[in-house]
T-cell receptor, first 114, second 115 residues
Framework: AQSVAQPEDQVNVAEGNPLTVKCTYS??????LFWYVQYPNRGLQFLLK??????LVKGSYGFEAEFNKSQTSFHLKKPSALVSDSALYFC????????????FGKGTTLSVSS | GAGVSQSPSNKVTEKGKDVELRCDPI?????LYWYRQSLGQGLEFLIY????????KSGLPSDRFSAERTGGSVSTLTIQRTQQEDSAVYLC?????????????FGPGTRLTVT
């Protein structure tokens, strides 16, 4: 069965510091991985995706994520956090062999302090 | 261009009543998804439509939930005999196609409260 784990409910970082939001996944086929962000009272916004190719994927707002097949991880990173990055982040996976919808993790709240 | 829109933005209903939630996908998007976001539960897939194919209903939690998509565009999610555990934010998303390369674009959601 497909699943996504985001082991941290909350991540706190200071503005200007690097940030990492962790995600691990489990699928039976090839994984297709996504990160979405949700600002308060707003819908989910697409950040980036890994389908194939380079393991390091760059996305919106300076975010990037690294696909690691051996560790079944797809951690979201940013070199220098901004207060405006504070939001709820969701990792999602789609199994290349089966399934049509995204399977989401439970989300990680990122709090960036000034 | 216009994104995915949903209506109403908020709905308060009494236990046992039926509710209808509407989703207008992005024009030209052939795939449409419904998800439910409950506090502490993350996002839960409900149902998926792709073109004229039969919908994937595998995520619907009970037979009180149903959805239809008319003319390959607007979709309505119906919850019959609502229960308090149905209280959640219901999100609709659309994408250009079924393929895994297509990201999904989400609407702002409908917050349903069952009293």
């Amino acid at each position: 069965a497909q699943s996504v784990a985001q082991p941290e409910d909350q991540v706190n970082v200071a503005e200007g510091n690097p940030l990492t939001v962790k995600c691990t996944y489990s699928v039976s086929g090839n994984p297709y991985l996504f990160w979405y962000v949700q600002y308060p009272n707003r819908g989910l916004q697409f950040l980036l995706k890994y389908i194939t190719g380079d393991n390091l994927v760059k996305g919106s707002y300076g975010f990037e994520a690294e696909f690691n097949k051996s560790q079944t991880s797809f951690h979201l990173k940013k070199p220098s956090a901004l207060v405006s990055d504070s939001a709820l982040y969701f990792c999602a996976v789609r199994d290349g062999q089966a399934g049509t919808a995204l399977i989401f993790g439970k989300g990680t709240t990122l709090s960036v302090s000034s | 261009g216009a994104g995915v829109s949903q209506s109403p933005s908020n709905k308060v209903t009494e236990k046992g009543k039926d509710v209808e939630l509407r989703c207008d996908p992005i024009s030209g998007h052939t795939a449409l998804y419904w998800y439910r976001q409950s506090l502490g539960q993350g996002l839960e897939f409900l149902i998926y439509f792709q073109g004229n194919s039969a919908p994937d209903k595998s995520g619907l939690p009970s037979d009180r939930f149903s959805a239809e998509r008319t003319g390959g565009s607007v979709s309505t999610l119906t919850i019959q005999r609502t229960q308090q555990e149905d209280s959640a934010v219901y999100l609709c998303a659309s994408s250009l196609g079924q393929g895994t390369v297509y990201e999904q674009y989400f609407g702002p959601g409908t917050r349903l409260t069952v009293t």
